[in-house]
């Protein structure tokens, strides 16, 4: 699990970095002390499995709550959970924005606490469908929600997820009828999660990380109707 942090208090930060160090299962942690950083990140192309995010930040006109709401737009599979001082304060608002919200801590953060939150976004993740897959040696399970694209290489299979990339040996019509519900086929060696499509056109479909792939013309009219169906089925 990918995880950032957003907290333009320090102390406040240090103090989660340290309950965070006896979590098991984070295979990477971000610290963020101004919104900037974290939105270059995104436009840099990574994202994360959750974001704690700082509700009140001083001299910002944005509150972590219209960040979060911007940022899921980009990141839909981002999950956030909201820190602040004042439960009181903003316990309406953290309703108000379209954010995957799992919860909020109240600072000074417990451990009890934090650790129920992310046990919560874990089953979150792996609850939805995923693959499992054999590589290196290892067996690895992977949300669907995580994966950007696959792309058939020679005699090998890369899975671009947003941690990275995952090689296997295996043909991607195995694993186009194992995704076919929100994955898009637009080219004999790409299958594309729609999540992660920013625009479709004839020849090319971009990603929202800015990443561009080929459309094939007998592929197109068929992916550009599959993808609007999902774009309306989300409104």
């Known amino acids: 699990m990918k995880i950032a942090v957003c907290d333009d208090d320090k102390n406040c930060l240090d103090s989660i970095k340290r309950l965070l160090a006896e979590y098991p299962g984070i295979s990477r942690i971000e610290y963020y002390q101004e919104l900037s950083q974290l939105s270059e990140a995104l436009e840099n192309g990574t994202t994360y499995d959750l974001v704690l995010m700082d509700i009140e930040w001083e001299g910002n006109e944005q509150d972590g709550i219209t960040y979060a709401a911007q940022y899921n737009v980009h990141s839909p599979q981002t999950w956030f959970i909201f820190v602040t001082a004042y439960n009181d304060k903003f316990s309406q608002k953290i309703f108000w924005e379209k954010v995957n919200l799992c919860g909020f801590l109240v600072k000074p953060v417990k451990k009890e606490n934090l650790e129920k939150l992310l046990e919560k976004v874990r089953e979150k993740i792996f609850s939805s469908d995923a693959l499992i897959l054999q590589h290196g ?55 594309v999660n729609m999540q992660y499509i920013r625009r479709i056109e004839m020849k090319e479909v971009t990603m929202q990380d800015g990443t561009v792939l080929p459309v094939s013309k007998t592929r197109y009219s068929a992916s550009r109707d599959k993808y609007f169906r999902y774009i309306r089925a989300m409104l």
Do not use: C, M, P, W
């Open 137 to 191: 040696g290892i067996t690895e399970k992977i949300a669907n929600s995580q994966i950007r694209y696959l792309e058939s290489n020679a005699h090998q299979l890369l899975i671009h997820t947003i941690s990275g990339e995952i090689s296997v040996y295996e043909k991607l019509d195995v694993y186009e009828k194992k995704l076919h519900k929100d994955f898009l086929r637009v080219h004999k060696s790409f299958l």
